[in-house]
């Protein structure tokens, strides 16, 4: 190992194989931290929005948090009811992309994919941007810098993902746990202190907020409802992460299906819980929170500006500190496991990718490699581009939660409204055969469930379109159709091949004979063996071709040749411009020519060291040959390697890339040798 | 063609086949401009540099620039002597780096090529930034934004090299005897104003030049004597690119060396002629010129600093405006001349790179691959370097060439005198054997030439790293190390490769049987055929080897298997965890193992589709299990491929990229087909 190997050790750990996991199903007090980081984490962020959203006609409008904060809830609740129903239909975890593409087609299972790969672009940006919003709150030299904090953490992360970093229970369920225990720890605290009436108010309560411009005065009641749609839209980012459970039910302990619904239920119940309690806290701790870009409608109370550099902290962060003025461990504690746990989320989107990707691949809509393990250019290119795409989102936006999240909720209530479309053409197929009287009253209930899901985010996903579409929502759509786009092509090409190469009817022709090469360039252990296996496959024919470039070199090698007694023939290339690769191509077809039914096969001796870098050094001729020949009909290619001390290295290095642990292998459950 | 290639072709031009290019040996005046772009554009610098230094002791000091002038042309008359017995006694265009490594070693021999590399990057670097900044003179937008052009000007040459641009006898001819045609009828129109008594002054004649600080009032001699040192090694720059003929012998028409050594003297009288041409217009124009970074130094006559945003324009370009006042296409035709001779000696460097680098894969001191035409990606890599070194420098020196030449001059000298070295031992060494009394004088003369030449390239060695090693020649000799020791380790691993690889005492052992499996992934055309293929070697056994990631696809494989009747045997290898290559590289062991004097033959049937994006699509799994089958000893793979509808495609491109025409083709010499 390298300096640079014991560097990148130091800095991403221990490298670590699939082999070392053992069994990993989940039993749901495991589950629900590795599959609800990212739900949960989204209560962060989704108060903040509702009340940006409500500050524009003034602190009178947020009287209507809490009534939005339950409306969110009873989404929140709808959807989880109806996404019971999908695990214990489809357990195998493909999710959304599988209820679609079976009950829908492949154009809505794709569109769904489409939406799912926006979302993880934008679960890494929204999440590393929140948690860095929030780690603002307590480190004081990260505000003023949070777009570049929030870059170097998205590549951190794509970093340790390359890498292989594994995904382990402990790992998500100690700040999972700790997280909900702050947020209603604080809650109760609060209302404790509430009930005793020390409840501070929070930091912004003295403030003064005004207006936003043209929502002076009285508003119409069409603007005030536009408003408080937005708001809900907004608030509605609390929902984004919920489908992950759908997607992870095969990582679950048996009974699946059952244990996977009773984790949502449980997951919904918990973020309920939560994201009531963050805004009940605000109302009542006189929060004034205002879009970052539009702080100047903050005013101290005696209509002075805000001081320069002033800093508007998270709501979050506003009530701990507030709640916990007496105990500032808790404000620490609230503020470390959220700041953890929003990058978990993000985290959550480095290893939903690869899973995505291989489902995709499966069925022809991703490069074919992604479905089995062991390509690690295809893993480490999408970690790579979610990186960097999630880098050009955070910088172009500035990091601003705010401003990101309107791009993120289009792609959730896709997935959400196809996959409850489905689910409802699923229970109506099923209705059609099951003749089982209970089987149809639990179907008929199932049914009504989804229905009643699509209804309401169906409702939603208009709303959220109508809102959000100008500020943002349009790039996530755009996005999506890019991609399904791609997926599109990909499989017509796909298909296009696979008709082409149907074995027809005719027999296909044995070729008669064969005639083969072994490409020499000097005389030395390679190529002795790959004489020698040449001459162990029998063929009709057998020569060495040499190319010269000059008579010296030429009469050595022959002069070499007959001292040795090799008794195989050698033809030489003459080449006066030192060309290689042209002469060997035009002496293959030639030969088929000759003899159309026959096969020319071509023997390359390679030699393999063990640094990649000593790689460089050698077999580039052969590699780009070997590349030419693959269009000549009638020749096969065959590498004879000859391995040099050293080449141990080498062959560590593939194992240990093939064996290595991938992003999204514990999600997908069962890597258990 | 996709649209990509057409705008590359718009942009660039037709491609180019070597094949297009017919005989190429070139006539004297021909080779003339071909070989001394590089030399002659150096003219447009060198004065500025005498006189930049000069300046630093006020304009008193400008009494000393003809003699300067005269000391730097010794020189190269010298140096231009000492080469012509250089081309006559290496004709074969190993140029410096032949002659050192004959005659002082191998370590001489790559050092000089250190030289030469860090030279090509220099030449790319200083011409283009001299080229720009005559152009400023002549285009008023270019000013201020100088960096930003010669980087985009390096782009665009690498982009054409890249490409494949064609270094035509006219492409070089035109400009060059433009460039000639242009300095010496300024001079000539110059020189008759002169005798009319209308030779107007330059520009900056009315300026007021201040000594440097430091150099008020008397200066010591020491001190005059070392700024007259700097002076005369900075006009030394003129003396880069005057060995280029001696690495382009072969391509001279017969008589090559004769040939050559004319043309050499030719350019050595032209160079001379121009240079001291414009030295003696400048001073008596009463040009003043200072250094760039220090222009507060020139003053309006009375005293008033210069006018904000002044620019100093090159000595060229204030002669050729005021010798051409009443005639400006005349400053027109000169100046854009410069430029373009400029680009053409940067281009020289793009030409000259792969030729020093087949030389240096020959001797194993590069990767092997840059020996032989055909290697796209050698060849690309090289340019890019290049373009890529000679960018930072422009960038890092704010494409100032006063600056860039500090690093420039150290290595060309460098050369020159381990080659005098070399030409010395080497007349030595015939002198030992000649007894031809007619030869042996001749031989004794050239050595006294060549003895001279090493005296005077010596002194100047010491003047240019005495009076330029701070100034920047550090940077210089620094790469040259680096350049040496990456060098000594390519030829160390190669000669520790060759010594493993030599054929011991034992027979190689013939193995006795061959086990031959075929990868199977579904039963279409390609499978079939590598099947047939495989089967008309007729290994001892021969098997189908599936890798089956689930029962469902495994049963309708088998069973269609079945169907088919296909007289082969097929093995599944379960592999729960959806890997391809471990299953089979551990398949392939055993079967070594259990016979380890058997060997295994691994039939991979390939697809080849035409563009490149979709082979991205395929394949993929076949590459990398082949990298990782090359580490099992015992193990020989071959690719079987099928040639999908529109793999042609793929074929011309292929093609195109072996035959299309390299820089440095013309050069090399030869290329006739």
Chains 1, 2 share one sequence.
């Not at 839209?233 to 679950?252: D, Q, R, W, Y």
């Not at 004489?531 to 496959?537: D, E, G, V």
């Not at 063990?610 to 020949?629: I, V």
Request: aromatic letters at 8%; proline letters at 4%.
């Amino acid at each position: 190992m390298g300096v640079g190997g014991i560097s990148k050790r130091i800095i991403l750990g221990r490298k670590l194989r699939s082999s070392q996991l053992g069994e990993t199903l989940l039993p749901k007090r495991i589950a629900l931290p590795v599959f609800a980081s990212d739900a949960l984490s989204s209560v962060a962020y989704a108060p903040d929005e509702v009340f940006i959203m409500l500050s524009v006609a003034g602190v009178s409008a947020y009287a209507f948090s809490w009534k939005i904060g339950i409306a969110v809830a009873l989404v929140m609740l709808t959807v989880v009811a109806s996404y019971r129903q999908n695990v214990h239909a489809y357990p195998s975890g493909g999710g959304d992309y599988e209820v679609a593409t079976v009950n829908l087609g492949k154009s809505a299972g794709i569109t769904v994919a489409s939406a799912l790969l926006v979302d993880y672009v934008l679960t890494v940006a929204v999440s590393v941007s929140s948690g860095i919003q929030n780690a603002g709150a307590a480190i004081p030299f990260v505000q003023g810098h949070e777009t570049e904090w929030a870059a170097a953490l998205v590549a951190l992360l794509a970093a340790m993902n390359l890498r292989g970093v594994r995904e382990s229970g402990a790992a998500f369920a100690i700040p999972t746990y700790g997280f909900m225990a702050g947020v209603i720890g604080m809650a109760l605290y609060g209302a404790y202190r509430a009930a005793n009436g020390t409840l501070p108010d929070v930091e912004s309560a003295h403030l003064h907020l005004e207006k936003a411009d043209g929502y002076g005065g009285n508003i119409s009641t069409a603007a005030m409802i536009f408003l408080l749609a937005r708001a809900f839209s907004s608030g509605c980012a609390a929902l984004t992460g919920v489908e992950a459970i759908s997607n992870g039910v095969p990582a679950f302990q048996k009974p699946k299906s059952k244990n996977a619904a009773t984790t949502l239920l449980l997951l919904g119940a918990i973020a309920v819980t939560m994201l009531m309690s963050i805004i009940v806290l605000a109302k009542n701790m006189g929060l004034k929170y205002v879009d970052p870009n539009d702080l100047s409608r903050l005013r101290e109370a005696n209509g002075d500006p805000l001081p320069k550099g002033y800093d508007q902290h998270t709501v979050i962060a506003q009530i701990a500190k507030a709640v916990f003025s007496d105990f500032t461990p808790g404000f620490y504690f609230v503020l470390s496991t959220t700041g953890i746990i929003l990058v978990l989320a993000a985290n959550t989107a480095f290893n939903g990718f690869p899973v995505l990707g291989s489902i995709l691949a499966r069925d022809g809509f991703a490069p074919r490699q992604l479905g089995s393990r062991g390509d690690r250019l295809a893993y480490s290119n999408g970690i790579i581009f979610l990186a960097a795409v999630a880098i050009i989102l955070i910088v172009a936006f500035r990091a601003e939660p705010t401003r990101l999240i309107q791009l993120y909720i289009v792609g959730v209530f896709v997935s959400f409204n196809l996959s409850q479309l489905g689910m409802i053409r699923h229970w109506t197929r099923h209705l059609k055969t099951e003749t089982n009287p209970a089987e149809r009253r639990k179907m008929y209930r199932s049914r009504a469930i989804n229905t009643f899901g699509l209804g309401m985010t169906a409702v939603v996903f208009v709303v959220v379109l109508l809102t959000k579409f100008l500020a943002g929502a349009w790039i996530a759509i755009l996005a999506m159709i890019v991609f399904f786009l791609i997926m599109k092509r990909i499989r017509t090409h796909y298909d296009r091949v696979e008709h082409e190469l149907k074995i027809g009817d005719s027999d296909p022709i044995m070729p008669t004979r064969v005639h083969a090469i072994v490409l020499v360039s000097k005389l030395h252990k390679p190529t002795m063996r790959a004489l020698a296996f040449a001459k162990a496959t029998r063929p009709n024919i057998l020569e060495a071709v040499y190319v010269g470039f000059d008579q010296e070199a030429t009469d050595k090698l022959l002069e070499e040749w007959d001292q040795r007694r090799i008794d195989i023939p050698l033809k030489v290339l003459y080449s006066p411009y030192r060309e290689i690769i042209r002469p060997i191509v035009q002496y293959a077809v030639e030969i088929r020519e000759a003899n159309p039914r026959g096969v020319v096969a071509v023997y390359i001796p390679e030699y393999v060291v063990g640094k990649w870098r000593e790689q460089l050094l050698h077999n580039q001729t052969a590699l780009r040959l070997k590349g030419r020949l693959l269009f000549t009909p009638g020749v096969m290619v065959t590498s004879v390697p000859y391995q040099l001390k050293g080449a141990e290295l080498g062959k560590e290095r593939e194992d240990w890339e093939l064996t290595r642990l991938r992003p999204g292998d514990v999600r997908r459950g069962g890597i258990d040798r």
